[in-house]
C-alpha cells in the first residue's frame, strides 16, 4: 500500500503543475506581459487601444485619435519626395489625441506616411501607420451649379461646379447620400481660378475614350460623355446609380471638415423617413449652406433626365429648394454658364 504521506506530496505537485499551466495560458491568450502590472491584466484590463482615425489639423501638424490616452514611444514621417523629416508629438490636450509636428511642412496634395507606436497606461502598444495628404490652406470657393442625376447610355452622371473665389482643390470632398448607396470623393491638388467650371464625372463613357484629370493648366485633355473644352474634369467611376434619388450632395472643405455648399433633391412631394438622409440636411442647415422649412426641404426634381439636368439660378448665393429648377430638354451645359430655359412639363 502507497505511503498517504507520498500520495499528499503527489497531490500537490500535480497541482502546482495545473496551477502554472493555467497561469501561462492565460497569459498566452491575453497577449499580455506577465509582469509587475500583471494584476490589471487578471482583472480583464488588456485591452489594446483602437486606432479611431488620422488627419491635417494645419500645414506641419496633423493629430492622430485613440479610444483610450495614450503616449507615444516613436514616431515617424517618411514625406513621398524622399527628403528628410524630423516629427516630435505633444499632447493635444483630449483625451486619446495625439498632436504630431513635423519639422518640414509637405506640399499642398503631397501623400506623406506617419508612423508611429503608442502604449496604454497599462503597458498595451499598438503600431499604426497612415497615408495622410499635404495640408491645403488656399481653399477655393465652390459652388454646386448643376447635377445630372439620370443615366442614359451614353450619357453619363455628373456634378458640375462654379469656382467662385480661386484656389486649390486639394483634399476638397463631395459626399452624396441617398437611401441606397452613398459616394465620397476627393479632389487631387489643383489650382482653379474664379469663374472657372469644375466637372465631377460619375462614370467613364464611352469605352475608348480619354478619361484624365485635369489637374494642369490643359482643361482640354479628356474625351468621354460630358467632358468640356472650357470645364475642368475629373473621373469618379461607378458602375450603377451613383446619384440616387433621394440624395443630398455636400461639399466639405476637407474630409470631415466644414461644409461649402450642399444640395437637396428628390422626385416627390413625399415625406423622407431615412434618418441619414434627414441628419444630413440638418448638418447642412445648421451648417447656413441649405435654407428651407420643416425636417427636409427639399427640390422636386421630378422631370429630371439624362438631357434635362437641374440646374441653380446663378444669382442665388444659398441653396435653398428655390434656388433650382429642371433645364429645359438638351440645354444641359457640363462646363459652361448654365442656360435659364426651365423645363415646363410638356
Known amino acids: 500500500m502507497r505511503n498517504p504521506e507520498c500520495r499528499r506530496i503527489t497531490g500537490f505537485w500535480f497541482a502546482a503543475f495545473f496551477l502554472l499551466a493555467a497561469v501561462f495560458l492565460l497569459q498566452a491568450l491575453s497577449g499580455c506581459a506577465f509582469d509587475s502590472r500583471s494584476p490589471a491584466v487578471w482583472g480583464g484590463d488588456c485591452v489594446v487601444p483602437e486606432f479611431t482615425g488620422a488627419s491635417m489639423t494645419g500645414e506641419n501638424t496633423a493629430v492622430m485619435g485613440f479610444s483610450s490616452p495614450v503616449s507615444v514611444v516613436s514616431a515617424e514621417v517618411v514625406l513621398d519626395s524622399g527628403r528628410p523629416c524630423v516629427v516630435e508629438s505633444q499632447d493635444s490636450g483630449n483625451p486619446g489625441e495625439i498632436c504630431f509636428v513635423m519639422s518640414e511642412a509637405p506640399g ?12 496604454d497606461e497599462g503597458g498595451n502598444t499598438l503600431s499604426v501607420s497612415v497615408t495622410l495628404t499635404g495640408f491645403n490652406s488656399r481653399l477655393p470657393e465652390l459652388r454646386i451649379n448643376e447635377v445630372r442625376a439620370k443615366y442614359s447610355k451614353p450619357k453619363a452622371e455628373y456634378i458640375e ?8 482643390l486639394s483634399g476638397i470632398c463631395v459626399e452624396t447620400i441617398g437611401e441606397s448607396k452613398n459616394t465620397l470623393y476627393e479632389f487631387p491638388a489643383a489650382e482653379v481660378a474664379a469663374g472657372e467650371f469644375v466637372v465631377l464625372h460619375y462614370r467613364c463613357m464611352p469605352e475608348g475614350a480619354v478619361f484624365k484629370d ?19 474634369d475629373f473621373w469618379f467611376d461607378h458602375a450603377k446609380s451613383p446619384l440616387s434619388i433621394p440624395n443630398v450632395v455636400l461639399v466639405r472643405e476637407r474630409s470631415g471638415g466644414s461644409l461649402m455648399d450642399a444640395l437637396v433633391y428628390t422626385d416627390s412631394d413625399e415625406a423622407v423617413s431615412s434618418q441619414v438622409l434627414i441628419s444630413s440636411v440638418a448638418e447642412a442647415m445648421s451648417a447656413g449652406v441649405w435654407q428651407g422649412e420643416g425636417d427636409f426641404p427639399s427640390f422636386n426634381a421630378s422631370g429630371n433626365t439624362a438631357t434635362r439636368t437641374i440646374c441653380r439660378y446663378s444669382l442665388d448665393s444659398v441653396s435653398s429648394p428655390g434656388s433650382w429648377y429642371i433645364c429645359d430638354t438638351s440645354k444641359a451645359t457640363p462646363g459652361e454658364e448654365n442656360i435659364e430655359v426651365e423645363w415646363t412639363g410638356g
Open 161 to 168: 461646379f462654379k469656382v467662385l473665389k480661386a484656389g486649390n
Open 108 to 119: 499642398v496634395g503631397e501623400k506623406f506616411l506617419l508612423s508611429t507606436v503608442v502604449e
Open 214 to 232: 485635369e489637374t494642369g493648366s490643359d482643361i482640354t485633355l479628356s474625351g468621354g460623355d460630358g467632358a468640356s473644352a472650357t470645364g475642368r
